[in-house]
């Protein structure tokens, strides 16, 4: 079983900038593709932003050129920087590993 643990989100005024951190556990973290989602209240959970184990990135339109996603292998995590925040970004957002292993969530609210 694979923990997977997310952080950073927060109330943020428009325009602003959160750093989201996932951690997962064990040691296969490294072969893992990794992907954010994001679940609005009343609408279904959605893939963000996704990076494979060799590095290659994926982004849904609505945040491309804003959210940044990259991972760090010897910390076994996975970050999303969100630039420009709107406030239709605001959401839980969850952390998903290797396909199959989800984190609890972090809320962003993105509210002036």
């Known amino acids: 079983q694979v923990q997977v643990v997310e952080s950073g989100g927060g109330l943020v005024q428009p325009g602003g900038s959160l750093r989201l951190s996932c951690v997962a556990s064990?040691?296969?973290?490294?072969?893992?593709?990794m992907g954010w989602y994001r679940q609005a209240p009343g609408k279904q959970r959605d893939l963000v932003a996704s990076?494979?184990?060799?590095?290659?990135?994926n982004y849904v339109d609505s945040v491309k050129g804003r959210f940044t996603i990259s991972r760090d292998n010897a910390k076994n995590t996975v970050y999303l920087q969100m630039n420009s925040l709107k406030p239709e970004d605001t959401a839980v957002y969850y952390c998903?590993?290797?396909?199959?292993?989800w984190g609890q969530g972090t809320q962003v609210t993105v509210s002036s």
């Open positions: 998903k590993a290797a396909s199959a292993f």
């Open positions: 990076i494979t184990s060799g590095g290659n990135t």
């Open positions: 064990g040691n296969m973290f490294r072969f893992y593709n």
